[in-house]
């Protein structure tokens, strides 16, 4: 096992809004069937935000978990990294709201874009601050209401997408438990495969660009699953290469859940059996940066990792943004 290690995780913590959109519900909606959605997606339910519930909501219930688990209260925090890209306002960034509606007075707060890849980011730079002495204890947190930027008369896109947070506490390591390696890599030349075109300052809000629908997600799907399925793959891989590890070390691989059927190539790539992999995207459809945080946390208190296990986290997105992350937990 390489002996690397910086920093590790102490805490996890979750949350999804109340209110559940079924795939029979979708059914009403568009013209889509809760056969086609589970077969092509592996989706049954997900979570929609209520109409006073902001993105710092979630991530503020996510972060207050994480940190009862931790055993840390939220003025010992002194960094907050947020991933999001469906954050409360233009400015100032979620992390900022979150810090209020926590409390957690000492510390700096950020947010991240790098969508669905952005807890591996978000990670990564945590793992990094620690590494550098410049943070002690950071909330790592993916949070997404993805449901009010997507297009309900779009049945490509409105079946995936749901509403979540999830969180981490990341600590210096106690030398045997952490953070093992990380691997992040981009390529912008494909931004026009997944993409809002509007919301930004590009095509600044007006009744054309609403009209128009500039506001919602707009997806290649098909062309998205082919990069997402070689680029999670490769990250899988390269993640081991990196530690030093083989796939047989693999307690869990903790993927982005956008496709069941990605989920799985992803661990065929490295030899993985069905045991091996969480999943969980029946429950929660595709929360984009709050889906391995979530799926995470799960795990953990379910008892299904254990102290000592070997991670492997992976994730893509739009961007495009991929990345990986080999943890001894
Ligand atoms: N219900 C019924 N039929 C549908 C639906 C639906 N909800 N959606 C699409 N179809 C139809 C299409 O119109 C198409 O019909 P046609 O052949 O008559 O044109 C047919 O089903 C097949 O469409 P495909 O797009 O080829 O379907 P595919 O099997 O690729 O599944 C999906 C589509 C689920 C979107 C898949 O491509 C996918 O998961 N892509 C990757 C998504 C992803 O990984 N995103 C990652 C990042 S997300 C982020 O960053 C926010």
């Known amino acids: 096992m390489p002996d690397k290690t910086r920093s590790m995780i102490i805490g996890t913590g979750s949350y999804a809004p109340e209110k559940i959109l079924t795939n029979q519900d979708l059914e009403k909606i568009v013209d889509t069937t809760d056969e086609w959605i589970r077969e092509r997606t592996g989706m049954q339910v997900r979570h929609v935000v209520g109409p006073d519930e902001q993105n710092s909501d979630l991530a503020a219930h996510a972060a207050q978990s994480a940190l009862a688990s931790a055993g840390l209260s939220a003025a010992e925090i002194d960094l907050i990294i947020l991933a999001t890209v469906t954050g409360d306002s233009g400015f100032p960034s979620t992390a900022c709201f979150v810090q209020e509606k926590i409390g957690a007075v000492n510390a700096a707060a950020m947010d991240i874009g790098a ?7 978000a990670l990564d730079l945590a793992d990094s601050q620690i590494a550098a002495g410049k943070a002690k204890r950071v909330l790592v947190i993916g949070s997404e209401v993805l449901t009010r930027i997507t297009d309900y008369s779009d049945r490509n896109t409105c079946v995936l997408f749901g509403d979540g ?4 506490v990341v600590v210096p390591s106690d030398g045997k438990r952490g953070i093992l390696g990380t691997f ?8 026009q495969l997944l993409y809002i075109e509007g919301l930004g300052t ?13 506001h919602f997600v707009k997806m290649a799907g098909r062309e998205v699953f082919k990069y997402a399925v ?3 793959g490769d ?3 390269e993640v081991l290469r990196i530690t030093g590890l083989t796939n047989k070390e693999v307690d869990l691989l903790i ?3 956008a496709n069941l059927r990605i989920i799985e190539a992803t661990a065929r790539r490295i030899n993985l059996p069905a045991d091996r992999v969480f999943i969980n995207i029946e429950k929660y459809g595709n929360t984009s940066s709050a889906s391995i945080p979530l799926a995470l946390d799960e795990a953990v208190r379910s008892g299904r990792i254990k102290p000592g296990d070997l991670l492997v986290l992976v994730a893509f997105g739009a961007g495009f943004t991929w990345g990986s ?4 937990y």
């Not at 969508?115 to 591996?120: D, H, L, T, Y």
């Not at 947070?165 to 981490?168: F, I, K, L, S």
């Not at 992350?325 to 001894?328: D, K, P, S």
């Open 255 to 257: 993927s982005h859940q």
């Open 325 to 328: 992350a080999a943890i001894r």
């Open 184 to 191: 992040t890599k981009s390529d912008g030349r494909l931004n």
């Open 230 to 232: 070689k680029a999670m």
């Open 235 to 237: 990250s899988a891989e």
């Open 115 to 121: 969508a669905c890849a952005g807890f591996i980011y």
């Open 202 to 214: 590009r095509v600044p809000p007006s009744h054309e660009s609403v009209d128009a629908g500039q």
């Open 165 to 168: 947070a999830g969180a981490a």
